[in-house]
């Protein structure tokens, strides 16, 4: 069991709330804790080693991030996305990516630019890899989105990208894990990067936004499937 939370474990460095809550949430984003399953708390206190009073704090967290999803009582579970939540979610990340792709160009110093083409490069290693590493692009996007929101220099944009990130990250692990994705990944990031170096603010508007609607079409295909896949079950 411990397996599907990576082998993590609570230490007594940090509160064990945030530590149970980080353990949980990077199980949920990298899809080892499947959405619509079900969350045993004696199940979670074996797998982190923590108390149940800590984890049932970690599990209000999460639900107040729409990460989990409480069934009046009678338990807790993984939030299954919509195909709307989905779309609703792209529609806003689209204009904030954009803005974050201007101001990168605005801001960025020649260093930023190069660590975004090495945070590329660890997206194209990813994909190299093949089938089952989406756990491993998953990490490398992540990677990609930290140089770009700390080169565009916007505390607030971060702050607003944060708040909608882990529902981003949900979306993007269930895109990752189809066929093909992570290198068509590498095709779009690898415009955004050209637009930088010629910065140009107006290709780069309209790659991030190609790039999102792009990733979104691939994970509402695959909530479709998931859909009809339960319907006929």
Same mark, same amino acid.
């Given at each position: ?116 083409? %090495? !945070?590329?490069? *660890?997206?194209?290693?990813?994909? @190299?890899?093949?089938?089952?590493? #989406?756990? +491993? &692009?998953?990490r490398a996007m992540n990677r990609v989105y930290d ?42 990031? %690898? !415009?955004?990067? *050209?637009?930088?170096?010629?910065? @140009?603010?107006?290709?780069?508007? #309209?790659? +991030? &936004? ?24």
């Open positions: 069991m411990s397996d599907l939370l990576g082998g993590r474990q609570v230490q007594r460095h940090a509160p064990i709330r945030e530590q149970v809550a980080s353990i949980l949430r990077d199980a949920i984003i990298e899809m080892r804790l499947e959405p619509g399953k079900l969350l045993v708390e004696r199940e979670l206190c074996e797998m982190t080693q923590a108390s149940r009073p800590s984890v049932r704090e970690a599990l209000r967290q999460l639900e107040a991030e729409g990460l989990v999803e409480s069934l009046s009582g009678r338990g807790t579970i993984v939030a299954v996305t919509s195909p709307e939540l989905a779309t609703s979610v792209s529609e806003v990340r689209v204009e904030l990516e954009r803005l974050a792709v201007e101001l990168f160009i605005k801001h960025a110093a020649p260093a930023d630019i190069e660590r975004f083409r %090495e !945070a590329v490069e *660890e997206v194209r290693a990813a994909a @190299d890899r093949g089938e089952g590493a #989406s756990v +491993a &692009a998953m140089v770009l929101l700390e080169g565009a220099g916007n505390p607030i944009l971060m702050q607003m990208v944060n708040l909608l990130q882990r529902r981003v990250t949900q979306l993007r692990a269930l895109a990752l894990e189809q066929p093909g994705r992570t290198a068509q990944n590498v095709i779009e990031l %690898e !415009a955004i990067l *050209e637009s930088f170096t010629q910065r @140009d603010v107006k290709s780069a508007r #309209s790659a +991030a &936004a190609f790039h999102v609607q792009q990733e979104a079409r691939t994970a509402l295909r695959a909530l479709a499937r998931a859909e009809d896949e339960a319907a006929g079950a």
